[in-house]
């Protein structure tokens, strides 16, 4: 099984910045893909970052520029620091790993951009 646990969320004004964390249970080495997800009040969840299998890291039109994702192998942790936050970046923030066709998700981590 494979836990993952994130923090880092929070109540931030427009053009301020998070740093969300996702530590998990499992050496994320042998994670196929490692990313994060958010969802929105009425909305479908979306991919915002992730690390793909070729270890590539893809991010959204809608964050590129903004948002940085980043792994510490040595702690099992995947960041994801987030600059010049918009009211629009609202959502639940998830963390997801993927092993072969398994994938896991966290509970997740409140992101409210208002001021």
């Known amino acids: 099984q494979v836990q993952l646990v994130e923090s880092g969320g929070g109540l931030v004004q427009p053009g301020g910045s998070l740093r969300l964390s996702c530590a998990s249970s499992?050496?994320?080495?042998?994670?196929?893909?490692m990313g994060w997800y958010r969802q929105a009040p009425g909305k479908q969840r979306e991919l915002v970052a992730t690390?793909?299998?070729?270890?590539?890291?893809d991010s959204a039109d809608s964050v590129k520029d903004r948002f940085t994702l980043s792994r510490n192998y040595a702690k099992n942790t995947m960041d994801l620091q987030m600059d010049s936050l918009k009211p629009e970046d609202t959502a639940l923030y998830f963390c997801?790993?993927?092993?072969?066709?398994?994938?896991?998700w966290g509970q997740g981590t409140q992101v409210t951009v208002s001021s």
């Open positions: 997801q790993a993927r092993i072969l066709s398994n994938n896991y």
């Open positions: 499992r050496n994320i080495l042998s994670f196929h893909a």
């Open positions: 690390f793909t299998s070729s270890g590539r890291a």
